[in-house]
């Protein structure tokens, strides 16, 4: 692997992190990853460099983009118990990085995975502190160039764990389901996320932000997603439609029972607010040109290679249809 490019990545022990790692040592890269203290561990994962630190450690963020030919940013929160956390890591993390990209590595490129939800930056917490990380990256790289940025749909594949709750769902005697007008939502697996972002790091545009999701760009609705999951159980689902005030008054009661833990949840408010949003898909126009990438991983697909971690994980119905 000597002379081999070599690329930074952040939260790359994370779900989406295991998955990108892979696909960049399959295709060549060298790796160097942040690793925090007490954080997730890189067993499992292909070698790599290692820097320990985190997001608010500048010093450790110089030592992982010094020298380096790109930059994969996927390290943040998927929740927190307050907006300030949120933009503690999401907002001032990715400012933090690219001003580091600014002054250790002014000629690498830089790839910061978003989120879809950063589109509505107005709808949740977690949104806004999406979109927040995109400008500020922008912001603190200047003159050394702009980061390409990519906004997945809900991602999903072997090792999400906090896809679990879709499971749950599913296997659950009533599934509660937004009322008409459905939801509609971008889906794109972990591994299509992974080409996207290493056709990117070939080449391609930058300072531009491009959505991510699988070939139904216009997204699924919620039935047909929970349908797709119970049925990989070998379940089928009961509906209960419920009206969004209600979906709202369980997020704030999941938030007030947070606060009175000191743990942050998942689901609460905010994400009730993005599950209410009926516009989570996308459209080719947005997404990178076709050319460079295109999705590879079929809903029902994924679905089955994603089963096949559940069975490993004891999911009930899921090794009796692996």
């Not at 940013?73 to 907002?91: C, S, W, Y």
């Not at 007008?181 to 794109?188: H, K, S, T």
């Not at 089928?236 to 833990?261: H, K, N, Q």
Request: glycine letters at 14%; aromatic letters at 4%.
């Amino acid at each position: 692997m000597a002379g081999a490019p070599l690329v930074a990545v952040t939260g790359g022990t994370g779900f989406l992190g295991r998955h990108a790692v892979a696909a960049l040592t399959r295709q060549g890269w060298r790796v160097r990853m942040l690793l925090r203290d007490g954080g997730g561990t890189a067993e499992g994962l292909p070698a790599a460099e290692t820097v320990r630190g985190d997001l608010g450690d500048a010093e450790a963020l110089r030592r992982l983009v010094a020298g380096v030919d790109a930059v994969v940013h996927l390290a943040g929160l998927t929740k927190a118990r307050r907006e300030a956390d949120f933009l503690a890591v999401n907002r001032d993390g990715s400012a933090r990085l690219a001003a580091a990209v600014a002054a250790a590595a002014p000629g690498a490129r830089l790839v910061l995975v978003s989120s879809l939800a950063a589109r509505e930056p107005g709808i949740s917490p977690y949104a806004a502190s999406k979109r927040a990380g995109e400008e500020a990256a922008v912001a603190a790289l200047g003159g050394a160039g702009s980061p390409v940025v990519l906004r997945p749909g809900v991602i999903y594949g072997p090792g999400d764990r906090e896809g679990l709750v879709l499971c749950r769902l599913a296997l659950s005697p009533l599934v509660p389901v937004p009322r008409a007008p459905e939801p509609r939502i971008g889906l794109v697996h972990a591994e299509d996320v992974s080409g996207a972002i290493a056709a990117l790091l070939r080449g391609g545009p930058e300072g531009a932000a491009f959505e991510v999701t699988d070939a139904r760009a216009e997204g699924y609705g919620w039935r047909e997603i929970i349908e797709g999951v119970a049925g990989a159980l070998g379940r089928r689902p009961r509906f209960l439609p419920v009206p969004d005030a209600a979906m709202l008054a369980a997020g704030a009661a999941a938030d007030a029972l947070s606060r009175l833990s000191g743990r942050p949840a998942l689901f609460g408010r905010g994400k009730a607010r993005e599950i209410l949003h009926r516009d989570w898909g996308s459209s080719r126009e947005r997404q990178l040109p076709p050319g460079l990438w295109s999705p590879g991983v079929s809903l029902e697909a994924g679905l089955r290679d994603t089963r096949r971690w559940w069975a490993d994980l004891g999911l009930p119905g899921a090794a009796a249809h692996g």
